[in-house]
């Protein structure tokens, strides 16, 4: 039977990936640099996950000569990039997508567990949290696996894996929620029925294997959920 809900954040929980983009071109000019990152771009960059190696990538395919100070810069200007982000949500607000809050509401009550699995760094899945909840998020999630507390980031499925070993259940006994194809095949990889929203960056990936694709998770009700993993 369900014993708890794993969320993806980014996409997944709000439309972040946005303000995400312009949090980079914002650290761009704080530091100088002639780059720019438009939608089209972006989306074709999240093929890469996690800001920092999407950011190397781009050094190495786009900007060979600053890819020489590789690493250094990346951390350098991945930092300007966290705290222009959090400039933003508190400035814009961190809109959850529909269905998110009620759903999280009724599995709450329902007694089931919650935890995050993302490939973002805690200190910005707390202050998605924090801003639209008003509470930290260990108030709302037992269990927040993220970024660099994983070797390989999504689509590997190391995440996913550790926060199943973190709430100590199978995988059998949990529903993974995301909004990309990557996020799909960690999910997968770690043996977790999946239900896909497919985000403003992530309409029309490939979604084969999810057990579930919705446009938002709005219409979505525990009942249907639960009919998702294994009765046993
Ligand atoms: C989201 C990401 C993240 C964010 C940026 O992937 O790839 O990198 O875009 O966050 P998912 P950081 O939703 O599959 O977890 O810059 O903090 O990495
Ligand atoms: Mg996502």
Request: proline fraction near 5%.
């Amino acid at each position: 039977p369900l014993e708890a809900l794993i969320f993806d954040v980014d996409g997944t929980l709000a439309e972040t990936e946005e303000l995400h983009r312009r949090a980079f071109n914002a650290a761009f000019r704080a530091w100088g640099l002639p780059w720019s990152w438009s939608r089209e771009r972006y989306r074709a960059l999240l093929a890469v996950t996690g800001g920092k190696e999407r950011l190397l990538h781009f050094l190495e395919t786009d900007r060979p000569a600053a890819a020489e100070r590789g690493r250094t810069l990346v951390a350098e200007i991945h930092a300007e990039k966290t705290a222009r982000y959090h400039a933003l949500l508190a400035a814009e607000g961190g809109a959850l997508r529909p269905g998110v809050r009620r759903l999280l509401g009724e599995a709450r009550a329902a007694g089931l567990r919650l935890a995050v699995a993302t490939t973002t760094t805690p200190a910005n899945v707390e202050a998605l949290i924090r801003i639209a909840f008003g509470r930290p998020a260990t108030a709302l999630f037992e269990v927040v696996a993220a970024g660099d507390a994983v070797a390989r980031k999504k689509p590997d499925p190391e995440v996913y894996r550790l926060a199943l070993g973190r709430l100590g259940l199978p995988a059998g006994a949990c529903l993974a929620f995301e909004d990309s194809a990557n996020g799909l095949k960690a999910a997968l990889g770690a043996g977790l029925a999946t239900v896909v929203t497919p985000g403003l960056y992530t309409d029309g990936q490939d979604f084969v294997g999810a057990s579930l694709v919705a446009p938002s998770l709005e219409a979505v009700g525990l009942g249907e959920l639960e009919a998702l993993v294994p009765a046993q």
